[in-house]
């Protein structure tokens, strides 16, 4: 149902009885995917999502280009809704994103709970040291995040936030009035990211202290200027606070763009791809389902865009990286000999 792009049950119920992809398997009703959903344990989905997560980061997919540092692993958490169902993911952002487990919760502000229990349980599969960085969105600038992710991940944790009113934030920015030319103390630097089309300036600081972290860490505030698109001439400021006090303000700056991979390449793509924010069945069950289509995005993605690139030059697919999940998922869909409803 993921891999083909189906929007219910009910149309993955006619589909397998109109055209017997499974020819040796008597296809179930909607109403038992449901039901059976609600009865499955989570625990063998994680396990086929870490056995798929290994494979690509020992591919090499699995690591992001930092400007001025090179190749690292980072994990990016987040909260979203799938269906009725809050909860939290945590993803591995490379080459390639892998939303690779979930933590369900009830109800608005359980969201950081959540989180640790779910950066509990990835500490416990993966190891620590897994990831370098551990990336989050401004409701993470706090304490017990970086020191999580010192003392029981063993990554540095960044967390990036519109909030200037934070302690370290507006510490940092009293430096950063004072800046002159050859300030030792800060680093600053300016230019165009040419391909997001961004004029950017970049300040940043090390060793800031904040009361109750016993850790020392690096400020940076970035100003960016959007010269093309429908943003064009719109100007956003926004800060990257890090535990890792040599990390490069550009390094940073390129640490805050790929936090927003969960937000584009993993949640709007589920979406478009599978359907994630229908409500398919209430309970466990949609935190089973989500787990399945994870797995299934990664099925469409990895394996057949493996076919496509043997392929690339009989398909004349001469920007073949460029494809939309719509053209592959309508490719597969001819490959089966199942027409593309959508």
């Keep these: 149902m993921g891999a083909l792009g189906l929007p219910s049950f009910?149309?993955?119920?006619?589909?397998?009885?109109?055209?017997?992809?499974?020819?040796?398997?008597?296809?179930?009703?909607?109403?038992?995917?449901?039901?059976?959903?609600?009865?499955?344990?989570?625990?063998?989905l994680r396990l086929i999502l870490k056995s798929i997560a290994l494979k690509v980061i020992n591919s090499?997919?699995?690591?992001?280009?930092?400007?001025?540092?090179?190749?690292?692993?980072?994990?990016?958490?987040?909260?979203?809704?799938?269906?009725?169902?809050?909860?939290?993911?945590?993803?591995?952002?490379?080459?390639?994103?892998?939303?690779?487990?979930?933590?369900?919760?009830?109800?608005?502000?359980k969201e950081l709970h959540a989180s640790y229990t779910l950066l509990d349980r990835f500490l416990k599969t993966y190891g620590k040291g897994f990831v370098d960085y551990t990336v989050a969105d401004g409701l993470y600038a706090n304490r017990n995040f970086f020191s999580f992710c010192i003392e029981k991940l063993g990554c540095h944790g960044v967390a990036k936030t519109d909030e200037d009113r934070l302690q370290v934030i507006d510490f940092a920015e009293g430096l950063f009035r004072t800046y002159q030319e050859g300030d030792e103390y800060i680093e600053y630097v300016e230019g165009i990211d040419s391909l997001r089309m961004e004029r950017y300036q970049i300040w940043a600081t090390s060793y800031i202290e904040w009361e109750g972290l016993k850790y020392p860490l690096r400020v940076a505030k970035v100003i960016e200027e959007h010269l093309g698109g429908k943003y064009k001439g719109k100007i956003e400021i926004y800060y990257v606070i890090t535990t890792d006090t040599n990390l490069p303000g550009l390094a940073m700056k390129e640490l805050a763009k790929i936090r927003?991979?969960?937000?584009?390449?993993?949640?709007?793509?589920?979406?478009?791809?599978?359907?994630?924010?229908?409500?398919?069945?209430?309970?466990?069950?949609?935190?089973?389902l989500e787990l399945i289509l994870f797995i299934s995005l990664f099925i469409l993605v990895e394996v057949y865009k493996e076919m496509v690139e043997e392929r690339k030059e009989e398909l004349n697919l001469k920007r073949w990286h460029k494809i939309s999940f719509r053209f592959l998922r309508e490719l597969f869909r001819y490959s089966l000999g199942v027409e593309d409803s959508s």
């Design 60 to 109: 090499g997919k699995g690591k992001a280009e930092l400007p001025e540092v090179g190749k690292a692993k980072m994990g990016i958490v987040d909260g979203t809704t799938f269906g009725k169902m809050y909860a939290s993911v945590i993803s591995i952002s490379g080459q390639v994103d892998m939303p690779i487990d979930i933590e369900p919760w009830e109800g608005r502000g």
């Design 10 to 44: 009910l149309q993955l119920d006619l589909l397998l009885r109109s055209k017997r992809l499974l020819p040796s398997i008597q296809p179930a009703s909607d109403s038992t995917f449901a039901r059976t959903l609600n009865l499955m344990s989570l625990h063998p």
């Design 260 to 288: 927003w991979h969960i937000e584009n390449e993993t949640f709007k793509a589920l979406n478009e791809q599978c359907h994630s924010k229908h409500c398919f069945v209430r309970g466990e069950g949609m935190a089973a």
